[in-house]
């Protein structure tokens, strides 16, 4: 019974950690989009300047913090 409980557990955790990882990338490209159209056209009524800072926070949402979060999170190899 306790190890049903104990896989089951595992398996939940795995999905949110899954879950969490596309959402920090789903929010980069978005940033990034934005980003991006405020720089082009200055859409939204923001300075380019804000452009640029969305921009930056987007590659780093996108590229680096699901990288670190995989690695932070990676299950031991049990032996």
Do not use: H
């Not at 990338?25 to 939204?44: H, K, N, P, Q, S």
């Amino acid at each position: 019974m306790m190890q049903i409980d104990e896989q089951a557990r595992a398996e939940t955790q795995a999905q949110y950690r899954f879950l969490v990882i596309n959402l920090c990338r789903i929010t980069g490209a978005i940033m990034l989009v934005v980003g991006l159209a405020v720089i082009a056209r200055e859409a939204f009524g923001l300075p380019k300047a804000a452009g640029y800072v969305l921009f930056l926070i987007g590659i780093f949402d996108f590229l680096l913090v699901p990288v670190f979060l995989a690695k932070r999170w990676k299950s031991k190899p049990d032996l």
